[in-house]
């Protein structure tokens, strides 16, 4: 049977882990419901059929130690006034909210802390934004934060510190979900022994397909399943293939100059730096190899094989990430990962598990 042929329910449920599209509706120019650039609008995602969405609250850590909070609520209060006011989308905290958002049609908005620094090493910043509804936190983003390890750092801590374990303690003592998606092995690691509950890399790929710190060894993706968490897919190309994360890590070589120049006059200028980087990222790609949704398809495939296929789905990274797969541009094109699922073998039943019931069914476990 053809993908073309397969019964696919109208309501299958499409729910992705993680993107950064908050970061770029701070723009006052940029409309939520339509864009030309970007990954992720109202117009695409209807067209593509995404039904909930974790919204990550990214800041970047050159805000780090002192100026991240501010920030974060910024990227909030937009979410509020784009995306919540408008009635285009509900923050949702439970599964039984999200339920009632799909059932109004409306997009199940979950709200996630991309980076630990923006709690500034305060488990009572740490419960604030619990309050306010943000339900998980990547324990690091690129670098290492006061309490852990990131993936992209040098080892600071050897995984998490005597305050890192707090903070986890208390994540868990708050059912806030610890995302370690950018956390260095040895973070996982104390994870692990510090905690009891389910917890999720919410993007992050095998490291068997694509050997880079950044994603999961088969060890830790069966630890992740073995206490029923999950795992999110990044679409990332750099990511998804090692061949295309090394032809940017020599364009990051070939720039690395020319952005410290960049940077001299205004070092201490987060906003500065921080825009500087971006600009920086999108060269970074430039001239790289490209995927398609089988590249995608193959680290599902190995995530499955090894944590089984319950604890597998999407984690785009998309408005994240300044290239894609070919087919996979933006949140339009899921039809394209459903129809590439069904061909590589997949039933329908295990088609809904990737594309959104494993992952509601692991917040399940964190409803009140």
Request: with cysteine; glycine share 6%.
């Given at each position: 049977m053809t993908a073309q042929n397969r019964k696919f329910p109208q309501d299958l449920l499409?729910?992705?882990?993680?993107?950064?599209?908050v970061h770029d509706l701070?723009?006052?120019?940029?409309?939520?419901?339509?864009?030309?650039?970007?990954?992720?609008?109202?117009?695409?995602?209807?067209?593509?059929?995404?039904?909930?969405?974790?919204?990550?609250?990214?800041?970047?850590?050159?805000?780090?130690?002192?100026?991240?909070?501010?920030?974060?609520?910024?990227?909030?209060?937009?979410?509020?006034?784009?995306?919540?006011?408008?009635?285009?989308?509900?923050?949702v905290t439970s599964t039984a909210e999200m339920d009632s958002a799909v059932r109004k049609n409306k997009l199940a908005?979950?709200?996630?802390?991309?980076?630990?620094?923006?709690?500034?090493?305060?488990?009572?910043i740490l419960e604030f934004f619990s309050?306010?509804?943000?339900?998980?936190?990547?324990?690091?983003?690129?670098?290492?934060?006061?309490?852990?390890?990131?993936?992209?750092?040098?080892?600071?801590w050897d995984g998490l510190n005597a305050l890192g374990k707090k903070i986890v303690a208390r994540m868990q003592e708050l059912h806030m979900i610890i995302d370690v998606s950018h956390a260095s092995d040895k973070t996982v690691e104390d994870v692990l022994n510090?905690?009891?509950?389910?917890?999720?890399?919410?993007?992050?790929?095998?490291?068997?397909?694509?050997?880079?710190?950044?994603?999961?060894?088969d060890d830790i993706i069966k630890e992740i399943a073995d206490r029923n968490g999950?795992?999110?897919?990044?679409?990332?190309?750099?990511?998804?293939?090692?061949?295309?994360?090394?032809?940017?890590?020599?364009?990051?070589?070939?720039?690395?100059?020319?952005h410290q120049e960049m940077l001299q006059q205004k070092r201490n200028d987060p906003d500065f730096v921080s825009k500087a980087e971006s600009e920086l990222f999108e060269k970074y790609v430039?001239?790289?190899?490209?995927v398609d949704v089988n590249v995608v398809i193959d680290h599902i495939d190995h995530i499955s094989d090894i944590g089984g296929i319950d604890c597998v789905g999407l984690g785009s990274d998309f408005d994240g990430i300044n290239s894609t797969p070919t087919d996979l541009t933006d949140v339009s094109c899921y039809p394209v990962l459903t129809e590439g699922l069904a061909l590589r073998g997949y039933s329908a039943?295990?088609?809904?598990?990737?594309?959104?019931?494993?992952?509601?069914?692991?917040?399940?476990?964190?409803?009140?």
């Amino acid at each position: 049977m053809t993908a073309q042929n397969r019964k696919f329910p109208q309501d299958l449920l499409v729910f992705d882990a993680h993107c950064d599209t908050v970061h770029d509706l701070v723009d006052p120019s940029i409309d939520f419901r339509k864009r030309n650039q970007g990954h992720v609008d109202l117009e695409k995602i209807q067209k593509g059929g995404l039904k909930a969405q974790i919204f990550a609250l990214y800041v970047n850590p050159v805000y780090a130690p002192h100026r991240s909070i501010k920030k974060a609520l910024l990227l909030y209060h937009t979410l509020e006034k784009k995306i919540f006011s408008p009635g285009y989308g509900i923050k949702v905290t439970s599964t039984a909210e999200m339920d009632s958002a799909v059932r109004k049609n409306k997009l199940a908005c979950w709200l996630s802390l991309e980076g630990g620094h923006i709690i500034e090493n305060s488990v009572e910043i740490l419960e604030f934004f619990s309050s306010l509804g943000i339900r998980s936190m990547t324990l690091t983003h690129m670098k290492n934060t006061d309490w852990a390890d990131s993936s992209a750092d040098s080892p600071r801590w050897d995984g998490l510190n005597a305050l890192g374990k707090k903070i986890v303690a208390r994540m868990q003592e708050l059912h806030m979900i610890i995302d370690v998606s950018h956390a260095s092995d040895k973070t996982v690691e104390d994870v692990l022994n510090v905690t009891t509950a389910p917890f999720m890399a919410s993007h992050s790929n095998a490291r068997a397909l694509c050997d880079i710190p950044r994603n999961l060894p088969d060890d830790i993706i069966k630890e992740i399943a073995d206490r029923n968490g999950y795992i999110g897919v990044n679409f990332f190309p750099v990511f998804l293939k090692k061949t295309i994360f090394d032809q940017v890590s020599t364009n990051v070589q070939k720039y690395e100059h020319q952005h410290q120049e960049m940077l001299q006059q205004k070092r201490n200028d987060p906003d500065f730096v921080s825009k500087a980087e971006s600009e920086l990222f999108e060269k970074y790609v430039k001239g790289s190899d490209n995927v398609d949704v089988n590249v995608v398809i193959d680290h599902i495939d190995h995530i499955s094989d090894i944590g089984g296929i319950d604890c597998v789905g999407l984690g785009s990274d998309f408005d994240g990430i300044n290239s894609t797969p070919t087919d996979l541009t933006d949140v339009s094109c899921y039809p394209v990962l459903t129809e590439g699922l069904a061909l590589r073998g997949y039933s329908a039943k295990e088609i809904q598990k990737i594309m959104g019931l494993n992952l509601f069914h692991f917040l399940k476990q964190f409803d009140p």
